[in-house]
């Protein structure tokens, strides 16, 4: 049996804006996968809205 904390959690978060991508990073920055999602048609990568290269 698999412990709790052996298990990366993954959040998804809904709505790209300002304040989403804020919770976006915080929650990778916590060590999650996240999975970001919002209704326009751009696609975004957290890597770049982090202002990672």
């Known amino acids: 049996m698999r ?3 052996d298990v ?3 959040v998804a978060v809904v709505g790209a804006g300002l304040i ?3 919770w ?3 929650f990778a920055g916590g060590g999650c996968d996240v999975a970001l ?17």
Request: aromatic share 6%; net charge positive.
């Open 8 to 10: 990366k959690p993954c």
């Open 24 to 26: 976006a990073i915080i």
């Open 3 to 5: 412990r709790v904390l």
């Open 37 to 53: 999602y919002d209704v326009s048609s751009r696609l975004f990568r957290l890597d770049r809205i982090a202002g990672q290269p």
């Open 20 to 22: 989403g991508r804020s």
